[in-house]
């Protein structure tokens, strides 16, 4: 065990086996500010001392071989009063130069709280001295740049953004148009109308036309006295509509349903045109499918973490872990999402709400409505259901399925990559960003999943 002298800092207790990661995580934790209180190797470590110490933060070297000592710590790590913190010890051994500076100016963030993760820079800018050349444009310093996601973002608050108070209409824009009664526009019309103003604008009238005579005998109703005004000369009696026309009776509803029992029953029943709600353990809509790798723990810890607890998707992780310790994956991610994580089990339905995390061998079919569990080898991208489906690779994901989910996107689905800080191997995200797929942090991507899952 090891216990710094710095009485000042944030009691940190350090949980990895001795070696190159274990020296690295002390002297970052130093460097950042903490205090190592408790240094020991999780597989002799005593549960009890762990508890009886004053460690505010637990940080835990991830490596195979302390995977069972942490599931026999889960009683004490639980705690509350605990901030669990996880590295990889693979990737912690590996870091050196600005790598490192970048992951201990990361580590003092998350012990002391705030999110100032810039390095120290000299208070004024230092002279431009002239260089020979032409300069560099704006354009050139962002070229590889995924700027997408920060466009969308700008479109989505547009509508916020206050109006210039500055701007005034011509004079002529804000006139009120004219606004007439019905009486003055009758008026009008009936003077644009006028015999004058029509002599005026079309010459003079024609002549009017003869009296109307009386129709032959033959022609003239029978119903009608011959003589009379109606059936002579006048026309204000006339209609299209014959008294005695045919009116086809309605047949009666009752009468039908009597005869035929089918349309009875049809009547009796409520019709409605509201989509029923899916029953329970369908899916409400497609899945999203998580790749991750290498740096992949962290990544998907910081998505799932930004879900909301409705998440009406099912939620497959499929993460390549040496020595197949998924379910300590399992109890790792239900610590930080209020979704209920669970193991995919071959023969399930892949219901809406859950988070699975997916064994090597474990893929996708369809399954009426939905989608279950199988044991298959088989890629799981090309049994999701392309116009309702999100696919999203983070830190580590593998670059030879970059092309799968590139045609996934180009059919309809929704597909994005992890990008900045934290992303310990973009290779894979990276490609989707320059491919035009959007881009962003953890939390950003899990954010977008969130809006666009509701719709």
Same mark, same amino acid.
């Given at each position: 065990?090891f ?10 207790a350090l949980?990895a ?11 970052a934790?130093a ?6 209180v408790?240094?020991?190797d ?6 009890a001392?762990l508890d ?5 933060v637990v940080l835990?070297a991830?490596?195979?071989?302390v995977e ?5 710590l889960?009683?004490?790590?639980e705690s509350p ?8 010890a693979?990737?912690i051994a ?14 003092a963030?998350?012990l002391?709280g705030?999110?100032?993760?810039l ?10 001295q002239?260089e020979?050349?032409?300069p560099?444009r704006p ?6 740049a995924?700027?997408q ?6 479109f989505e608050a ?8 500055l701007?005034?209409a011509p004079?002529?824009e804000?006139?009120p148009p004219e ?7 009758m ?13 005026q604008?079309t010459?003079?009238l024609?002549p009017p036309?003869?009296p ?7 022609m003239v109703d029978?119903?009608v006295?011959a =003589?009379t005004?109606a ?7 006339w209609?299209?509509l014959?008294?005695d ?13 009597a005869?035929?029992?089918s ?10 045109l509201v989509e ?7 899916s409400? =809509?497609?899945?999203v ?8 723990p962290d990544?998907?810890?910081?998505l ?6 409705d998440f ?9 872990l040496?020595g197949g ?5 399992v ?10 994580v669970?193991l995919a089990?071959p ?15 474990v893929g ?5 409505a939905?989608l279950?569990f199988v044991?298959?080898?088989a ?5 999701l259901p392309v116009?309702d489906s ?10 030879a399925l ?12 929704w ?9 310990y ?6 490609q989707?960003?320059?491919a035009?797929m959007p881009?962003?942090d953890?939390?950003y991507?899990? =954010?977008?999943l ?6």
């Amino acid at each position: 065990m090891f216990a710094s002298d710095n009485n000042g800092a944030r009691p940190v207790a350090l949980l990895a086996r001795e070696g190159a990661a274990r020296d690295r995580l002390r002297d970052a934790v130093a460097a950042a500010g903490g205090q190592v209180v408790l240094e020991d190797d999780p597989n002799t470590l005593d549960a009890a001392a762990l508890d009886a110490s004053a460690t505010e933060v637990v940080l835990v070297a991830l490596e195979p071989a302390v995977e069972d000592a942490l599931e026999r710590l889960d009683a004490v790590l639980e705690s509350p009063r605990y901030t669990l913190m996880f590295e990889e010890a693979e990737i912690i051994a590996r870091r050196e130069g600005w790598e490192s500076q970048r992951w201990i100016r990361h580590l003092a963030a998350k012990l002391q709280g705030h999110g100032n993760v810039l390095p120290p820079g000299p208070e004024d800018d230092a002279a431009l001295q002239p260089e020979p050349g032409m300069p560099v444009r704006p354009a050139e310093l962002h070229v590889d740049a995924p700027l997408q996601f920060h466009l969308d973002e700008a479109f989505e608050a547009a509508d916020t953004v206050p109006a210039d108070g500055l701007y005034f209409a011509p004079a002529e824009e804000r006139q009120p148009p004219e606004v007439m009664s019905f009486e003055e526009l009758m008026a009008k019309a009936q003077a644009e109308e006028s015999p004058a103003a029509t002599a005026q604008e079309t010459g003079p009238l024609p002549p009017p036309l003869p009296p109307l005579e009386d129709p032959p005998q033959g022609m003239v109703d029978t119903q009608v006295p011959a =003589g009379t005004a109606a059936a002579a000369g006048s026309y204000s009696s006339w209609s299209l509509l014959e008294d005695d026309a045919y009116v086809a009776p309605a047949a009666p509803v009752e009468a039908a349903a009597a005869e035929n029992p089918s349309i009875a029953s049809l009547l009796s029943s409520s019709l409605s045109l509201v989509e029923l709600e899916p029953e329970s353990g369908e899916s409400a =809509g497609g899945p999203v499918l998580v790749l991750a790798g290498i740096g992949g723990p962290d990544a998907v810890r910081r998505l799932l973490s930004g879900l909301p607890e409705d998440f009406a998707r099912p939620v497959l992780v499929q993460m390549r872990l040496d020595g197949g310790r998924y379910a300590n994956l399992v109890k790792q991610m239900a610590r930080v999402t209020a979704l209920p994580v669970l193991l995919a089990v071959p023969g399930q339905p892949a219901e809406a709400g859950n988070v699975y995390v997916l064994a090597d061998a474990v893929g996708l079919e369809p399954d009426g409505a939905g989608l279950r569990f199988v044991e298959a080898s088989a890629q799981l991208i090309t049994a999701l259901p392309v116009a309702d489906s999100a696919v999203v690779m983070l830190s580590g994901a593998d670059p030879a399925l970059v092309p799968e989910v590139l045609a996934f996107a180009a059919q309809g689905g929704w597909a994005a990559g992890q990008t900045g800080d934290g992303c310990y191997d973009p290779e894979a995200a990276s490609q989707l960003v320059v491919a035009g797929m959007p881009g962003g942090d953890p939390e950003y991507l899990a =954010g977008e999943l969130a809006t666009r899952c509701a719709q």
